[in-house]
């Protein structure tokens, strides 16, 4: 038994499909996730986020930053629904998204290096499987 078929328009689908489910399983969360950082920075009354890192001061204004998790993580969710429907944008779009997020985790890596580690590793692997194996997601039997 043969774990390739190749569909009416010619695409050839794998086992590897499932890595642009993963895809989209990551983005869904991480957007989830980015949201719901993103209302608290904004519903919580303090202003401002120190951060001191073996003699580094980081200071972020946290409105501001909750306003950009919020609005990151609203098109990621978006982005992840079209990637399950299919949608040819959508690959384009999450790879953009996912670049964005791992390019501003390594601003953030001096403060928190695991979780920023963890992000940026993740993002890659979404990168990997939207541009390799992507095309497979818009097949439908």
Known sequence: MSTTRTDAA?????GWVGWGWFAGTILLIAGAIDAIYGLIAILQPASTYFVVTEGTLFLFDVA????????IGAL???????LFAGQTWARVVAVILAS???????????AQPWWSLIVIALNIFVIYALTVHGRELAVRD
């Open 100 to 110: 964005i997020s791992a390019i501003g985790h390594l601003f953030v890596l001096p």
């Open 10 to 14: 010619g695409t050839q689908v794998t």
């Open 76 to 82: 990621l969710i978006l982005t992840a629904i079209a």
């Open 64 to 71: 501001g930053w909750g306003w950009w998790h919020l609005l």
